[in-house]
C-alpha cells in the first residue's frame, strides 16, 4: 500500500510538474493626461494561487519586476518613476525582509511626455511570480502602448498573451491590504494602552474623568462631556496620521522600506527615542504651546473640550511621542499610504477609550492601581524594546548597501545584549536616573524578568546558525552573515562533502549550510559525475526561490537525505534567475523566442528545463544517469521527508 501510494505522489508530482505554465498575463492603454503627456498603464492578470512581485524589493530578495522603455528615437520623454498598486506586504522568514507583491492583478502607471509624431510605445517588463508550492524563474514580455488608442496585437512569449485593452481596470488586492492594515491596527491598539502606563498619561485618567463629573449639571452630560473629550483625543492623532501620508506621499512610503537614508534615518530616531525613555533626557514640546493650548480649554462647551484634549497630547508628548514615532516609522515603512492613519487610529483609541468609560462607571476609578515608581519601568521597558528596535532599521540599510556591517551573528549578538540588559533591569540589578529605590520585586515584574531571560537564552544558539523562527522576520537571513555555518562551525562529516578545499573538484563548491559537493554548471557535473561513476541529480531553482529554500533547510537536512546527497549522487544545481551574464561565445539565440538572445546564465538553465523536461517551475529535481536519461520520474516540491527520501532511494538504486 505505502509503495502505492508513493508512486501516486510521484504521478501526480511529475503531472503537474511537467508544463510550461504562464499564470500571467499583460494588457495595456493609454490615458491621455494634457496635449502632450499621456499615462502608460499596463496591468497584469494573476491566476488564482499565484503572485507576482513588487517593483520595490530588498537586495538578496527575489526578482523585482522592471519596466523597460524603449526611448531611443527620443520621441517621448519618461516622467518619474512607474506608479504601482499598493499590493500585500509580508515579513518573508525565509528571506528575513519585508516583502510586497500581489495576487490576483496589479496595474502600474507611467508618465510620458511626447516629443514627436508617435504612434506606439515599445516597452518590456521582466518579471518573477511564484505560488504556494513553486516560483517560474524570471520571464520577458514585450508590451506595446498604442497612443492612437487602436486595438494592435503585440508580440508575445510563449503562452502568454499581451495585447492593447482600452478598458484596463485598476483592481487593487483588497484582500491581502485590509489583512495589513488591521495588522497595524492592532499593534498600533496595544502600543496605545502601553502608553496609558506611561507617568505623563496615566495619573492624568482619575484627574481628568473627575473633573468631568463634578464640573458636569448631570451625570450623562459628565459622561457625554468625557467621551467628547476622548473623540478628540483621537481626532488630533489621525489628523497627525493624515499629517504623514500627505508629506510623503504614496510613492515616498513604498520606497521607504529598501531606502538607506530613510533606514538610517529612522535608526537615529529609534536611537533618540530609546534613550528619552531610558531617561537620558526628556522631549518635550515648547512649553509656550502647552500655555496657550490650556487657556483656550478655558473657553468651555465643545471647543474647550477640544483643547483640553490638546492639552493633553502636549503635556504627554515626553512619553506618548517616542511611541507615537515608532508607530508611524512602522506603519510608514510598510508602504501604506493609509497605514499611518490607521495606526493613530488604533492609537488613540486605546488612549481615548478609558476617560469615556470610567466617566460612564466611575466607581471603576477605586480599581485602578496607584501611581508610582512601576510607571517608570513600564517607560523602561518600553525604551529597551524601541532600542532593540532601531536595529532593524540599520539592518535594513545595511543589506540594501550589502555592506556586511551588521551581520546576523552581530546583529543577534546585539538583541541577546539588549534584552540581558533588560532582564537585569527588571532583576533589580540595574538601575536607571528616573528609578525609585526597589526594596523588593513584585510577582508580576519577576515573571515579566524570567520570560525576557529566556528569550535571551533562545536566541543564543542563533549564533551557532539556528534559524530563530520566533524572530525570524527581524535579523538578516542565513546566509548574511560571517559564516553561514554559524559562529565556531569546524567542518566535520564524512565521505566527498567533508573533502578539504585542495580536494574539491573544478567548478564545484561546498554548499552551505549542508557541507554538500555541488555543481553550478552541467557539463562540469556530469563529466564529475562519470569520472566517479555517481548519478546525477539536477536541481534546477532559484535564488530567489522561497520553496527551494525550504527543501535545502527542512527536507535535506534530515541525515538519511543528506548522506545520500553527500555520498551517492553528483549535484548539480541550476540557478534559473542568475542574472550574471554570458560569455561572448555562450550567447546564443533561444529556441524558444527566436530572434531573442540567451543573455544570463539564468535564461540558459531555464531553457534547458523548458525544452528537456517540459516544465518552467522551481524547484524542479531530476535524477539521471550518465547517458543523460532520467532515473525516475521528477518531481517538485516534496515536503513530505520520507515521500522525497524513497523517490532519491529508487532513483539511486536503478542507476546500480
Known amino acids: 500500500m505505502r509503495q502505492f501510494l508513493l508512486a501516486i505522489s510521484i504521478l501526480l508530482s511529475i503531472t503537474v510538474n511537467s508544463q ?73 522568514p525565509v528571506f528575513g525582509m519585508t516583502i510586497k507583491f500581489f495576487e490576483k492583478s496589479a496595474t502600474f502607471k507611467q508618465k510620458v511626455v511626447l516629443e ?23 520571464t520577458e514580455v514585450d508590451l506595446v502602448f498604442n497612443i492612437s488608442k487602436e486595438a494592435v496585437v503585440a508580440p508575445t512569449e510563449k503562452g502568454t498573451d499581451v495585447h492593447v485593452s482600452a478598458d484596463a481596470a485598476n483592481t487593487a488586492n483588497s484582500d491581502d491590504s485590509q489583512k495589513g492594515l488591521w495588522s497595524i491596527f492592532f499593534v498600533a491598539f496595544l502600543s496605545g494602552f502601553a502608553a496609558l502606563l506611561t507617568p505623563c498619561v496615566f495619573p492624568m485618567i482619575p484627574m481628568t474623568v473627575s473633573f468631568f463629573t463634578k464640573q458636569s449639571k448631570t451625570k450623562a452630560a459628565g459622561i457625554r462631556n468625557a467621551i467628547i473629550y476622548g473623540l478628540s483625543i483621537m481626532v488630533i492623532y489621525v489628523l497627525l496620521g493624515i499629517l504623514v501620508s500627505l508629506v510623503f506621499g504614496a510613492d515616498a512610503l513604498n520606497a521607504l522600506s529598501t531606502n538607506v537614508w530613510f533606514n538610517l534615518a529612522f535608526f537615529v530616531l529609534l536611537l533618540i527615542f530609546a534613550a528619552s525613555f531610558l531617561g537620558a533626557f526628556e522631549i518635550m514640546l515648547p512649553n509656550t504651546w ?12 465643545l471647543i474647550g473640550i477640544f483643547f483640553m484634549a490638546l492639552a493633553l497630547a502636549i503635556v504627554s508628548f515626553s512619553c506618548t511621542g517616542p511611541i507615537v514615532g515608532t508607530l508611524l516609522v512602522q506603519a510608514a515603512a510598510g508602504g501604506s499610504q493609509v497605514g499611518p492613519i490607521v495606526g493613530m487610529l488604533g492609537f488613540s483609541l486605546a ?17 485602578l ?7 517608570n519601568t513600564v517607560k523602561v521597558v518600553l525604551g529597551f524594546l524601541e532600542l532593540a528596535l532601531a536595529f532593524k532599521f540599520l539592518s535594513n540599510a545595511d543589506l540594501v548597501l550589502q555592506a556586511h556591517i551588521l551581520e546576523r551573528e552581530m546583529f543577534i549578538a546585539i538583541w541577546i545584549a539588549v534584552f540581558g540588559a533588560l532582564a537585569f533591569y527588571l532583576f533589580g540589578k540595574i538601575q536607571l536616573p528616573h528609578d525609585t529605590p526597589l526594596p523588593h520585586i513584585s510577582v508580576g515584574r519577576l515573571s515579566l524578568g524570567l520570560l525576557v531571560l529566556s528569550f535571551t537564552i533562545y536566541m543564543i544558539p542563533g549564533l551557532w546558525g539556528a534559524p530563530l523562527n520566533l524572530i525570524s522576520a527581524f535579523p538578516p537571513p542565513q546566509h548574511y552573515s560571517e559564516s553561514p555555518y554559524g559562529v565556531g562551525y569546524a567542518k566535520i562529516g564524512s565521505g566527498t562533502a567533508s573533502a578539504s578545499q585542495d580536494e574539491i573538484p573544478e567548478g564545484a563548491h561546498l554548499m552551505a549550510p549542508h557541507d554538500i559537493l555541488a555543481f553550478n554548471d552541467y557539463e562540469k557535473g556530469l563529466s564529475y559525475a562519470k569520472k566517479v561513476g555517481k548519478p546525477v541529480m539536477i536541481d534546477f531553482t532559484g535564488h530567489a526561490c522561497v520553496n527551494c529554500r525550504k527543501m535545502e533547510n527542512n527536507v535535506w537536512i534530515k541525515p538519511h537525505i543528506l548522506d545520500i546527497l553527500k555520498n551517492d549522487v553528483v549535484l548539480i544545481s541550476l540557478y534559473v534567475d542568475d542574472k550574471r551574464p554570458l560569455s561572448e561565445k555562450e550567447v546564443v539565440e533561444s529556441k524558444l523566442n527566436p530572434g531573442k538572445k540567451l543573455k544570463y546564465i539564468g535564461q540558459k538553465w531555464s531553457e534547458l528545463q523548458t525544452i528537456k523536461y517540459k516544465a518552467n517551475t522551481q524547484p524542479m529535481y531530476v535524477l539521471m544517469g550518465h547517458d543523460e536519461e532520467n532515473l525516475i520520474d521528477p518531481v517538485a516540491y516534496t515536503p513530505d521527508v520520507e515521500t522525497y527520501f524513497n523517490w532519491l532511494k529508487e532513483g539511486v538504486s536503478n542507476f546500480k
Open 20 to 92: 510550461v505554465l504562464a499564470p500571467v498575463k499583460w494588457t495595456t492603454s493609454v490615458e491621455k493626461l494634457s496635449g502632450t503627456e499621456y499615462e502608460l498603464i499596463a496591468k497584469a492578470s494573476i491566476e488564482p494561487g499565484w503572485h507576482l512581485y513588487s517593483q520595490n524589493v530588498p537586495e538578496d530578495g527575489p526578482i523585482a519586476t522592471t519596466f523597460t522603455y524603449d526611448d531611443g528615437e527620443g520621441d517621448f520623454k519618461i516622467i518619474g518613476n512607474t506608479l504601482e498598486e499598493e499590493g500585500h506586504t509580508v515579513d518573508d
Open 116 to 138: 514627436g509624431d508617435v504612434k506606439t510605445i515599445n516597452a518590456f517588463v521582466e518579471f518573477m511570480v511564484c505560488d504556494d508550492s513553486r516560483c517560474l524563474p524570471p
Open 290 to 301: 502647552a500655555n496657550k493650548v490650556d487657556s483656550q480649554a478655558d473657553r468651555g462647551g
Open 351 to 367: 488612549i481615548a477609550l478609558p476617560f469615556a468609560l470610567f466617566a460612564a462607571f466611575p466607581g471603576w476609578l477605586n480599581s
Open 369 to 375: 492601581p496607584r501611581s508610582g515608581g512601576w510607571l
